[in-house]
């Protein structure tokens, strides 16, 4: 389906007047970990060593105008989730998927989809269960 057909099908028309400004919308993502050691390991051998380290229990990693925090858990990990990480250009998407699968995670090879509009994109699922979204926009 072309994006035309897509946005036609599926976008409300006219649009909706937002309730509130959000500026920058969605600023990070914060995930609580069961196995909090084992999730500072994996992601830091994906983005590399955290910006921000607050004692045993606060660890984050400043993604491009957003952060990652992590966080321990006693009742388990994250469920039913998706964080998506919004990158620049198709390398960036491919690098970052490479990184994460040779970390540990899973998923299939990024492609072209339809999204909101044409991006390109792979979903990952880390090694704890947690669905991570790497999206490029095309054109």
């Known amino acids: 389906m072309d ?24 600023r990070g993502a914060v995930l609580y970990y069961e196995d909090y050691p084992a999730a500072i390991d994996f992601y830091t051998h994906v983005f590399g060593p955290p ?3 607050e004692g045993d229990s606060t660890h984050g990693w400043r993604l491009g105008e957003s952060w990652l925090t992590l966080f321990p858990s006693k009742s388990g990990s994250p469920a039913n989730l998706e964080v998506p990480f919004y990158l620049p250009t198709r390398i960036a998407v491919d690098t970052l998927f490479a990184a994460l699968i040779e970390a540990g995670a899973q998923g299939e090879p990024p492609a072209e989809t339809l999204m909101y509009r044409l991006v390109y994109m792979a979903i990952v699922t880390d090694p704890f269960g947690i669905v991570l979204d790497l999206v ?4």
């Open 3 to 26: 994006f035309e057909t897509y946005r036609k099908n599926y976008y409300i028309d006219p649009q909706p007047e937002p309730r509130f400004n959000f500026g920058a919308g969605i």
């Open 51 to 53: 910006n921000y380290v």
């Open 136 to 139: 490029c926009e095309v054109g």
